[in-house]
């Protein structure tokens, strides 16, 4: 057991040589509660700072056809009842999400009162989770929502949108008796009825989550080879903890090995790619998370922040793309919260208060942006090289215990050396660690940017709890919050010896940072002198 004030010491070497393979798609999709939400005001406000200070390039949330999204309807006439489609909430919806850049993931669930061959509900707003009592009019009902969002946004655009058919259909709750052989036939039908509309559509499933994810991917990928269905993708679920305790309105977890997650998915893509048909075939993973429940606590936490940066160094291994569950804290499936931090799914919480997860996506949606190529990768840091040559990186230092392993208390790693990677399991990992990072410099000046989030410098949850957590927060408290959430901006100048440069980051417990280092001299202004001006301050 190491004491949480020990210092942990590395150092990397980067080269003009290094190389490391990473495969960044931060940006391709959020999750999101049931589409009805969006019709909130607070959804909204959250969802446009999420776009404003991110900016993803997809949404996905349940409840599509639920009945508080009315798209599903019958009347009686002559004596025989008949069916029409409602989408004005629809269109509300679609609306708002393309006002911030969003373009949907369609899920297509849960079943319409009226369609559902039994009475089966989920969650607190009640979604049908029964199969359709006629799968010609399920079908009858895809085809008509897809054909009116061609006609109203333009079919180029809509078949861009990727579908996936139902969610976690492995579950008893989502999926009546957790029945296989029904699902398959649902995605089947549901498979046909849209390539029908346009063969363009890009399709997947089985959207299951863990447990029995292998059994249920095999087999949903031999009954495609043997229906020679040619399904566009595989998507599934990955959530990162132990059985949660649960307590008065709040679940507490631990966190599982991240080695078993990512062994986990591995089997997922050695599946896929021993059916030659379906070998390389892309992995979309619809949700992704430290915790499965609304109320984990975890997720308001610099843990959670820490630990999600590690996720995302390395969920594009092999996958195409991982969506974060969820944008925000406007979610409803096991009630509504009784408090601002109430370890909801979001990356904000009630008030538009960005929790520190929310930047760690920031981060490496600025990683993307760059244009760089990485150089560097392993559990603590990544590292890319602008192809202007300059660089930036994100690091983290998870703080949680781990039940074996140990880890060397120094390690001197020479840049891309994607070995180093995931080979030493943490055992209480509750130290501060100092990076050492060594670049190859060319130009004679530089300045370090760095962005700081971690307990002491970007904690609402912290600040939140000292106020005496209250669970209504006044407009005061709500702009003392959003303060609080702001990461720690340092910039510092540095120069270059013997050509290179040495940069030292600093981790606290559970710390993420984000950093650049861009070459440049200072060019001041005649007669300005920076340290004429510091020197008069300090008399």
């Not at 080979?423 to 940017?449: D, G």
Request: proline share 4%.
């Amino acid at each position: 057991m190491k004491n949480a004030g020990e210092l942990k010491e590395k150092k990397v070497v980067i080269t003009e040589k290094s190389s490391a393979f990473f495969h960044n798609n931060v940006d391709y999709c959020i999750g999101t509660g049931r589409m009805g939400l969006a019709l909130t005001q607070e959804y909204q406000e959250q969802l446009k700072l999420v776009q404003e200070e991110i900016g993803f390039q997809h949404i996905r949330g349940h409840g599509l056809f639920c009945d508080d999204m009315a798209i599903f309807q019958t009347y009686e006439e002559n004596g025989e009842t008949k069916v029409e489609y409602n989408y004005t909430y629809l269109d509300r919806v679609m609306d708002s999400y393309r006002k911030v850049g969003l373009k949907p993931f369609l899920e297509l669930g849960f079943m319409p009162e009226k369609l559902a061959s039994g009475t089966q509900t989920i969650f607190y707003w009640k979604g049908n989770t029964t199969p359709p009592k006629d799968y010609e009019e399920w079908c009858r009902m895809v085809q008509a929502l897809l054909r009116h969002l061609m006609e109203r946004y333009g079919t180029d655009e809509v078949v861009q949108w990727p579908i996936e058919v139902w969610n976690e259909p492995n579950l008893c709750g989502f999926w009546e008796n957790a029945d296989m052989e029904e699902y398959f036939k649902l995605f089947h039908c549901t498979f046909d009825a849209i390539k029908a509309v346009d063969e363009r559509f890009r399709v997947g499933g089985p959207a299951v989550c863990g447990g029995t994810d292998e059994k249920w991917i095999r087999a949903f990928l031999e009954y495609c080879r043997k229906n020679k269905i040619p399904v566009d993708y595989v998507t599934r679920h990955h959530y990162t903890i132990e059985q949660p305790e649960h307590e008065g309105h709040y679940d507490y977890s631990e966190l599982m090995r991240p080695e078993d997650g990512f062994a986990n998915l591995q089997t997922t893509r050695d599946i896929i790619d021993s059916f030659p048909e379906y070998r390389g075939l892309p992995i979309h993973i619809t949700e992704f998370n430290t915790s499965y429940t609304p109320k984990g606590v975890i997720h308001d936490t610099n843990l959670n922040a820490a630990f999600i940066a590690h996720q995302l160094s390395r969920l594009g291994d092999v996958n195409e793309s991982y969506s974060y569950w969820t944008f925000g804290d406007v979610f409803e499936e096991l009630g509504i919260p009784f408090a601002p931090f109430h370890g909801g799914f979001g990356l904000v919480a009630e008030g538009c208060i960005p929790k520190p997860t929310f930047w760690t996506f920031a981060f490496y949606k600025k990683l993307q942006e760059s244009g760089g190529r990485c150089v560097y990768k392993d559990d603590n840091l990544v590292v890319l090289k602008r192809p202007n040559g300059n660089y930036l990186g994100v690091a983290w230092n998870v703080a949680y215990n781990e039940k074996q392993g140990n880890e060397t208390p120094a390690e001197e790693v020479r840049g891309g050396q994607d070995a180093a990677v995931g080979q030493n399991a943490r055992a209480a990992r509750e130290w501060r660690r100092k990076l050492e990072i060594q670049f190859p410099a060319v130009e004679e000046e530089y300045c370090l940017l760095t962005k700081i989030v971690d307990e002491e410098t970007c904690n609402p949850l912290k600040v939140w709890h000292d106020i005496g957590e209250p669970a209504h927060l006044t407009e005061e408290q709500k702009k003392l919050l959003r303060e609080s959430a702001k990461p720690c901006l340092k910039t510092e100048r540095k120069q270059q010896h013997g050509g290179s440069l040495r940069v030292e980051l600093m981790l606290e417990k559970n710390a993420v940072i984000y950093f650049e280092l861009n070459a440049g001299k200072v060019n001041p202004d005649r007669g300005y002198r920076y340290e004429k001006v510091i020197s008069q301050l300090a008399n």
